[in-house]
């Protein structure tokens, strides 16, 4: 059977005044990191209500499990959002970004809106499993710009997607067979803002006991600009 070993962290950075991140690792199968966005702390309000969201849906042990029960999800938060930017004034605008991961013995599935991320680490390769819904991400899909140059964009911030801004919204989702060894990242882009892919594979492949920490503790010394949060899962076969 494949066990999994994880481990989660988040920080509020050097710069920003509050975490408006908000992640979760909900027994027994389910981890979801989000990001929010809005003035006023709107965006922590938006973040917490989609990972309460998850926990009310995936906390028993007997639930639904795989793309459309984490499609389900997305969409119940979205306008779970919605409803409460309409009720008030300070919270107009406020939205979040999702990436979840779910898996049942050996089958993961995910979920994805913005510019959150989820890798793989398997053999030694890293690949980002999700596109960022991003404008920077357009323009280096169009060839106009390096994924180096997306990093450091003036607009690397501006999504073209996020959970709560609409009543219509488009999910990203996929699936595919866990095997011995794989090692998933869930992270914010204040993780990879600061730290380079090289840098996170570097430290999925060592031997740190809590590899989510060392990560964002990466992200800080590179100089934290902003919410960090990275949960990490690590596949393992045992008897």
Not at 79 to 106: D, F, H, P, W
Not at 196 to 224: F, H, N, Y
Request: net charge negative; proline share 1%.
């Amino acid at each position: 059977m494949i066990f999994l070993k994880v481990s989660k962290a988040t920080d509020r950075g050097k710069v920003r005044e509050s975490n408006e991140d908000a992640c979760a690792f909900i027994p027994p199968d389910t981890y979801v990191v989000a990001d929010g966005m809005g003035g006023y702390a709107a965006g922590e309000v938006a973040s917490a209500m989609l990972v309460d969201v998850f926990a009310e849906m995936f906390s028993d042990a007997v639930h639904e499990c795989g793309e459309k029960a984490l499609l389900h999800a997305v969409q119940a938060a979205n306008s779970k959002i919605l409803c409460a930017a309409a009720a008030s004034e300070a919270r107009k605008g406020m939205g979040t970004t999702v990436v979840a991961l779910q898996y049942r013995e050996n089958a993961a599935y995910w979920a994805h809106v913005g510019d959150s991320r989820l890798y793989l680490l398997r053999k030694g390769v890293l690949r980002r499993l999700t596109r960022d819904h991003s404008f920077v991400q357009d323009l280096v899909d169009r060839g106009s710009i390096t994924e180096e140059e997306a990093r450091n964009h003036p607009k690397k911030n501006l999504l073209t997607r996020a959970v709560g801004v609409e009543e219509k919204l488009v999910v990203d989702t996929g699936s595919f067979t866990i095997e011995a060894g794989d090692i998933f990242l869930l992270c914010s882009d204040g993780l990879t803002n600061m730290v380079g892919e090289a840098a996170i594979r570097e430290t999925l492949q060592g031997e740190s006991a809590d590899k989510a920490r060392t990560l964002v503790e990466l992200a800080l010394l590179a100089g934290g600009l902003d919410n960090i949060t990275a949960i990490v899962v690590e596949c393992d076969e045992r008897g």
